[in-house]
C-alpha cells in the first residue's frame, strides 16, 4: 500500500513539474518589482530578509515627481514673462566679486571674474510640497524656463564658466519663488571697458563700473533693483599689483533709448588707487639721478671740453630712453599727464645744463680772443705759452701780464673821451642807466665765465628742489 502511495506522489511531482518552470520563466522580475523601493541603506536581517519598515522610498526614481511634469514646464508658455501683461516684474539682483586678474592702461578695460545671482517670482513654477524644501537645478533646466535677459553695458565679451559643466544654479521654492546664479566672467578674451583719466598719472585715482541692464524689457516690464540695498554687492579679498581698491558701492539709475524707452540700470563702482612706488623705482628716481648727474659737470674744469660734453651728451640721451619707455607703455592721449611734465621738466634741466657749459665755453674763447687782439704776442712767447689760448691749460698756469699793452691811438682816445662824455651827460634817462648797467653786468660776466659754473652749483639744485616741492604738493 506504501508502494502505491509513493508512485502516486511521483507522478503528480512529475506531471506539475513542468507547469511550475512556465510560470517561472514568465514572470521572472517579480521579484525585483517588489524589491525596487527598497533604499540602497537597508541592511538584510536574518539570513537575507529584509524588514519592510525601514525601506525609504527613492522619490528619483517615481515618474510622479519628474521635474517637468512637478514644475509643469509643458503646461505653460515660458516663452512669455511671468505676469505678462499686467505690472513690471521685480528682479532683485546681488553680485560676489570673486576676482580682478588685470587692468589694462592701453586697452583701457579690466578683467574681472564674478557670482551673479538673480531673484524673482514666477507662479507657474510652484509646486506642492509637504516638507517646503527648495529644488535645485542644474543648466539644463534653465533653458526650459523663462530668465531674465541681464547683460554687462559696455562690456567687450563675457563669458560663463563651463568647467565641468556650465556654472549655473537653479533654486526653485514651493511657492514659485526663484534663485538663478551663475558665474560670469568679464576677462580675456573678454574685458569691461573702463574709461580712465590719466591726467595726474601715476599719482592718479580711476573710477571704474559695471553697469547691468535687461536687453528686451524696459521699466514696463522687468523692474531691477538691488536684493539688500548696498549688502548686495560682496567681494572677496581682492589684492591687485599696481592698484588698491579703495571703495565697491552698488548704485541705481535709468537709461533712455530713443527707439524702445526706458530701462532699468545697476551700477557696480568701485575706486581704484594706483601703487606709487613701482613707478617711483622705475621712472621718478632714475630720473633724479639723471638730473643730479648733469649737474656733476659744474665742478669739471671748464677747458675738459670731451669730458663735460660727453657728461651732458650721456644725461640727454638717457633721458630721452626714459621719456619713449614710458610714452609705449601708456595710450595714446590728447592731454598732458602728470609723469609727462616730471619727465619733460627734469629734461629741461638737463639740457640747460648743456646749453650752460655752451655759454661758459663760449665765453672763455671770447675773452682769450680779445686778450689775443689786444696784445702783441712777443718773440720770447713759445708755443707751449701760445697753447693757453687753446683750451689745453688754466688762465692761472701762463703769466699774461708780461704781455705789452697796445699803445693808444687818436682814434682811441677819442672814443674814450666820447664814453666818458656820454656816461657824464646830465640829459641821461633811467632807462639808458639801466641798459648800460645791464652791459656792465654782462660785460663782467662774460671776462669772468668761470662764474657760471659758479653760480649753477647753486641756482640748478635750488630750482630743482623748488620743483619737486610744487609738483609734488599739487599731484600727490
Given at each position: 500500500?506504501?508502494?502505491?502511495?509513493?508512485?502516486?506522489?511521483?507522478?503528480?511531482?512529475?506531471?506539475?513539474?513542468?507547469?511550475?518552470?512556465?510560470?517561472?520563466?514568465?514572470?521572472?522580475?517579480?521579484?525585483?518589482?517588489?524589491?525596487?523601493?527598497?533604499?540602497?541603506?537597508?541592511?538584510?536581517?536574518?539570513?537575507?530578509?529584509?524588514?519592510?519598515?525601514?525601506?525609504?522610498?527613492?522619490?528619483?526614481?517615481?515618474?510622479?515627481?519628474?521635474?517637468?511634469?512637478?514644475?509643469?514646464?509643458?503646461?505653460?508658455?515660458?516663452?512669455?514673462?511671468?505676469?505678462?501683461?499686467?505690472?513690471?516684474?521685480?528682479?532683485?539682483?546681488?553680485?560676489?566679486?570673486?576676482?580682478?586678474?588685470?587692468?589694462?592702461?592701453?586697452?583701457?578695460?579690466?578683467?574681472?571674474?564674478?557670482?551673479?545671482?538673480?531673484?524673482?517670482?514666477?507662479?507657474?513654477?510652484?509646486?506642492?510640497?509637504?516638507?517646503?524644501?527648495?529644488?535645485?537645478?542644474?543648466?539644463?533646466?534653465?533653458?526650459?524656463?523663462?530668465?531674465?535677459?541681464?547683460?554687462?553695458?559696455?562690456?567687450?565679451?563675457?563669458?560663463?564658466?563651463?568647467?565641468?559643466?556650465?556654472?549655473?544654479?537653479?533654486?526653485?521654492?514651493?511657492?514659485?519663488?526663484?534663485?538663478?546664479?551663475?558665474?560670469?566672467?568679464?576677462?580675456?578674451?573678454?574685458?569691461?571697458?573702463?574709461?580712465?583719466?590719466?591726467?595726474?598719472?601715476?599719482?592718479?585715482?580711476?573710477?571704474?563700473?559695471?553697469?547691468?541692464?535687461?536687453?528686451?524689457?524696459?521699466?514696463?516690464?522687468?523692474?531691477?533693483?538691488?536684493?539688500?540695498?548696498?549688502?548686495?554687492?560682496?567681494?572677496?579679498?581682492?589684492?591687485?599689483?599696481?592698484?588698491?581698491?579703495?571703495?565697491?558701492?552698488?548704485?541705481?539709475?535709468?537709461?533712455?533709448?530713443?527707439?524702445?524707452?526706458?530701462?532699468?540700470?545697476?551700477?557696480?563702482?568701485?575706486?581704484?588707487?594706483?601703487?606709487?612706488?613701482?613707478?617711483?623705482?622705475?621712472?621718478?628716481?632714475?630720473?633724479?639721478?639723471?638730473?643730479?648727474?648733469?649737474w656733476v659737470s659744474f665742478w669739471i674744469d671748464?677747458?675738459?671740453?670731451?669730458?663735460r660734453v660727453s657728461l651732458g651728451i650721456t644725461?640727454?640721451?638717457?633721458?630721452?630712453?626714459?621719456?619713449?619707455?614710458?610714452?609705449?607703455?601708456?595710450?595714446?592721449?590728447?592731454?598732458?599727464?602728470?609723469?609727462?611734465?616730471?619727465?619733460?621738466?627734469?629734461?629741461?634741466f638737463v639740457f640747460l645744463s648743456v646749453i650752460?657749459?655752451?655759454?661758459?665755453?663760449?665765453?672763455?674763447?671770447?675773452?682769450?680772443?680779445?686778450?689775443?687782439?689786444?696784445?702783441?704776442?712777443?718773440?720770447?712767447?713759445?708755443?707751449?705759452?701760445?697753447?693757453?689760448?687753446?683750451?689745453?691749460?688754466?688762465?692761472?698756469?701762463?703769466?699774461?701780464?708780461?704781455?705789452?699793452?697796445?699803445?693808444?691811438?687818436?682814434?682811441?682816445?677819442?672814443?674814450?673821451?666820447?664814453?666818458?662824455?656820454?656816461?657824464?651827460?646830465?640829459?641821461?634817462?633811467?632807462?639808458?642807466?639801466?641798459?648800460?648797467?645791464?652791459?656792465?653786468?654782462?660785460?663782467?660776466?662774460?671776462?669772468?665765465?668761470?662764474?657760471?659754473?659758479?653760480?649753477?652749483?647753486?641756482?640748478?639744485?635750488?630750482?630743482?628742489?623748488?620743483?619737486?616741492?610744487?609738483?609734488?604738493?599739487?599731484?600727490?
Amino acid at each position: 500500500m506504501r508502494l502505491v502511495l509513493l508512485a502516486l506522489r511521483l507522478m503528480c511531482m512529475a506531471w506539475f513539474w513542468p507547469v511550475t518552470q512556465l510560470n517561472s520563466s514568465h514572470f521572472p522580475n517579480k521579484r525585483r518589482h517588489k524589491e525596487q523601493y527598497v533604499g540602497e541603506t537597508t541592511k538584510p536581517k536574518h539570513g537575507g530578509r529584509v524588514d519592510l519598515k525601514m525601506k525609504k522610498l527613492d522619490s528619483t526614481k517615481s515618474w510622479l515627481i519628474k521635474s517637468e511634469q512637478l514644475l509643469r514646464i509643458d503646461d505653460h508658455d515660458f516663452a512669455m514673462r511671468p505676469g505678462f501683461g499686467g505690472s513690471a516684474l521685480p528682479v532683485g539682483i546681488d553680485v560676489q566679486v570673486e576676482s580682478i586678474d588685470s587692468i589694462s592702461e592701453v586697452n583701457m578695460d579690466f578683467t574681472m571674474t564674478l557670482y551673479l545671482r538673480h531673484y524673482w517670482q514666477d507662479d507657474r513654477l510652484a509646486f506642492p510640497s509637504s516638507s517646503n524644501k527648495s529644488r535645485t537645478f542644474d543648466a539644463r533646466l534653465v533653458k526650459k524656463i523663462w530668465v531674465p535677459d541681464v547683460f554687462f553695458v559696455h562690456s567687450k565679451r563675457s563669458f560663463i564658466h563651463d568647467t565641468t559643466m556650465e556654472n549655473i544654479m537653479l533654486r526653485v521654492y514651493p511657492d514659485g519663488n526663484i534663485l538663478y546664479s551663475s558665474r560670469c566672467v568679464l576677462g580675456s578674451p573678454s574685458q569691461a571697458l573702463c574709461s580712465m583719466d590719466f591726467s595726474s598719472f601715476p599719482l592718479d585715482t580711476q573710477n571704474c563700473s559695471l553697469e547691468l541692464e535687461s536687453y528686451a524689457y524696459n521699466e514696463n516690464d522687468l523692474m531691477l533693483y538691488w536684493k539688500n540695498g548696498n549688502d548686495s554687492l560682496r567681494t572677496d579679498e581682492i589684492v591687485l599689483s599696481q592698484f588698491f581698491i579703495e571703495d565697491f558701492q552698488p548704485s541705481f539709475g535709468l537709461a533712455f533709448y530713443s527707439s524702445t524707452g526706458w530701462y532699468n540700470r545697476l551700477y557696480i563702482n568701485f575706486i581704484l588707487r594706483r601703487h606709487i612706488f613701482f613707478f617711483m623705482l622705475q621712472t621718478y628716481f632714475p630720473t633724479m639721478l639723471m638730473v643730479m648727474l648733469s649737474w656733476v659737470s659744474f665742478w669739471i674744469d671748464r677747458r675738459a671740453v670731451p669730458a663735460r660734453v660727453s657728461l651732458g651728451i650721456t644725461t640727454v640721451l638717457t633721458m630721452s630712453t626714459i621719456i619713449t619707455g614710458v610714452s609705449a607703455s601708456m595710450p595714446q592721449v590728447s592731454y598732458v599727464k602728470a609723469v609727462d611734465i616730471y619727465l619733460w621738466a627734469s629734461f629741461l634741466f638737463v639740457f640747460l645744463s648743456v646749453i650752460e657749459y655752451a655759454a661758459v665755453n663760449y665765453f672763455t674763447t671770447v675773452e682769450e680772443m680779445k686778450k689775443l687782439k689786444h696784445a702783441k704776442i712777443p718773440n720770447s712767447y713759445n708755443a707751449t705759452e701760445a697753447m693757453a689760448f687753446d683750451g689745453c691749460f688754466h688762465d692761472t698756469d701762463i703769466d699774461l701780464t708780461s704781455l705789452p699793452e697796445v699803445a693808444s691811438t687818436p682814434n682811441t682816445e677819442r672814443n674814450t673821451q666820447a664814453r666818458n662824455s656820454t656816461v657824464s651827460a646830465p640829459t641821461e634817462g633811467t632807462r639808458l642807466r639801466r641798459k648800460n648797467l645791464l652791459k656792465q653786468h654782462l660785460s663782467f660776466i662774460m671776462s669772468n665765465s668761470y662764474m657760471i659754473d659758479s653760480y649753477s652749483r647753486v641756482i640748478f639744485p635750488m630750482a630743482y628742489l623748488l620743483f619737486n616741492i610744487i609738483y609734488w604738493s599739487l599731484y600727490a
